[in-house]
């Protein structure tokens, strides 16, 4: 049996879905039974730098050079400073707009760019194939 990461558990209410490129967030405050629902979708860059974060940048930073070579050169595009940064600022965004705490992708200087959230769990499904 074989089995492939299907997605991400984060802070126990956040779904990363990898195969529809969507984060979505579903939270129940039991004390007053209210559900709230909410999804995000990802550009294919930045869910490309999302993925590679949370696989890689979860114990360790994460170097701009790193990044350019495992997510921008891989994919056949053309690495810059500018749009890493367009990209991580917008990102950082549209997290923040799902609740998520401010500063998800964080620079640390002199290291390089790590996850602040700690409980991430990786999801995996079993292949049919």
Known sequence: MDYQIHGYLIAKEYHFDI???????????SSEKNILFGALFLNQTMLNVFLYLL????????????LFSKVWEENDLSPSTQRLWQVLNGLNKKLSLLGMHDGMVHYFRG??????????ITLYRKDCH
Request: aromatic share 6%; net charge negative.
């Open 19 to 29: 195969e529809n490129k969507c984060l979505f967030r579903l939270s129940t405050n």
């Open 55 to 66: 696989q890689n940048g979860r114990d360790r930073s994460i170097t701009k050079q790193e």
């Open 111 to 120: 290291e390089g760019y790590r996850l602040t959230e700690d409980d991430i």
